[in-house]
């Protein structure tokens, strides 16, 4: 897991509701993309918000003490300049909250490479993630019992994904 950043942002995931936040924009949309890939590849909740919603109420929430192994705290992309400081001090109550954030940065110095490298890193952690839960991503079991898919999979074991050591992010 330590050279792979996919694989250690959904260690971090596991058994925890990630807090996915980025700045408003194309960044927060990527974060609401990685929100709908965890629901649906590894069947776990996750929580998106963009700067002004980490500000103005995530940055107010006081957690029971459990909340401190529930919960994952993930920035999503760089925050433009104007904004740094306010970002660093939201950081700094969020410490203090004893939520440590885990930052994912792209490359790049285009909006776009960025964008395609986030978004190809979220499938990467969202289908790592559906592995340490067990899930097939594939399966989508509660949505065929809704009859919302096919029911291609019901009836079939579940099987667990290898983890593997090579492939993207």
Known sequence: FAANPAKQLAQRCYARVPLLWAEEGWQSEIARDWRLRILRYAESAAIVADFSEMQHGWSMARFPNFWINALCVA????????????????????????????????????????????LYFGE????????????????????????LEPATHLGLARGRIALGTGGPP
Not at 93 to 110: E, Y
Not at 126 to 135: Q, R
């Open 124 to 147: 990467w952690a969202a289908l790592y993630l559906a592995a340490l839960c067990g899930v097939e991503p594939e399966a989508r079991v509660p949505l065929q019992l809704l009859g």
């Open 75 to 118: 920035k999503i992309g760089a925050v433009a300049s104007d904004n740094e400081a306010q970002a660093n001090m939201l950081q700094s109550i969020l410490q203090k909250r004893r939520f440590n954030t885990i930052q994912i940065d792209a490359p790049g110095g285009d909006p776009v490479t960025r964008a395609v490298h986030l």
